[in-house]
């Protein structure tokens, strides 16, 4: 599939000339990038993860620049060619204020008298997260208000064993609008290691626990989590811990809501890795890479 895909990338290529050819590191963008290679266009890539993945580590070779989405000692890239840029978001993810998380709450239904506990696996939701959520539902509503978006694959089983939505809980499969008004209600925010969604909470400057799979290709969401971690910008959670005693997960969430100078300085350094003009960044190394 490469070889034809490689095939099809020379023809199209040789028929659009492109002044530069921008690619994210999916597989599907070797075939691509070879062909710019070959045909002498610019390249410039782009690395979400803190881990480079199959894709990028070869074009990284030709590359014309590359920007990543972690600092750049996390990467063995050429420095002379790279730039931090961190990861485009929407500019819905902002810090939000006290009026905004009120607003937010209203909107979602949410009981805005108490703590919000976020808790999401992303699009495709995480089954361990769930599961253990279930089993300790009742200690972390004790805690606060919980909205724990599952994923639409568990979401059937999970609704017969949680209580109807109101005010305090809310099961949901998938969302794909209000998402930034949700974590930006939130007192703590408890995810996965994904590269953007890390960034996007970061942007919101949002008290935020990681659970990282460590099973997904490379161990890349561990790589990810080690970035915040090593800056204690977040609290990390291993996934076999949890599953093993699942009051940890509630330990970590009662530790960020009840000490709130700790809470507040970790938010701190956390923010510090929002990249707002992100985006235009990338424009700009494209367009360089042009000239």
Request: glycine residues 8%; neutral net charge.
């Amino acid at each position: 599939m490469v070889i034809i895909g490689f095939a099809q990338s020379f023809v199209k290529l040789v028929l659009w000339r492109p002044d530069v050819v921008f690619t994210k590191g999916g597989y599907v963008c070797l075939p691509v990038g070879l062909a710019a290679k070959i045909l002498g266009i610019p390249l410039v890539i782009h690395d979400s993860d803190a881990h480079p993945g199959l894709t990028n580590r070869v074009l990284s070779k030709w590359a014309t620049a590359i920007a990543t989405g972690a600092p750049l000692e996390y990467y063995s890239y050429p420095k002379a060619i790279s730039r931090y840029i961190g990861i485009p978001i929407a500019n819905e993810f902002h810090p939000f204020s006290m009026s905004e998380r009120q607003v937010a709450r209203e909107l979602w239904g949410i009981d805005p008298n108490r703590p919000l506990i976020v808790i999401t696996g992303g699009g495709l939701g995480a089954t361990r997260i769930n599961d253990v959520v279930v089993e300790t539902l009742p200690d972390l509503l004790v805690l606060g208000s919980v909205v724990l978006v599952a994923g639409a694959g568990q979401y059937d089983e999970l609704r017969s064993l949680t209580p109807p939505n109101d005010s305090h809980f809310q099961l949901q499969a998938f969302i794909s609008n209000g998402m930034a008004a949700l974590l930006g209600g939130a007192n703590v925010v408890v995810t996965r290691a994904g590269a953007t969604t890390i960034l996007e909470l970061a942007a919101l400057a949002k008290p935020t626990i990681l659970i990282p799979n460590g099973k997904l290709t490379g161990g890349h969401q561990l790589k990810n989590a080690v970035v915040y971690s090593d800056a204690g910008a977040v609290v990390v959670v291993d996934e076999q811990s949890m599953i093993d005693n699942p009051a940890v997960l509630r330990q970590a969430i009662k530790r960020i809501l009840t000490e709130p100078e700790t809470s507040a300085a970790m938010t701190k350094k956390f923010s510090t890795f929002a990249k707002p003009h992100a985006a235009r960044d990338m424009a700009d190394m494209i367009l360089d890479a042009v000239k």
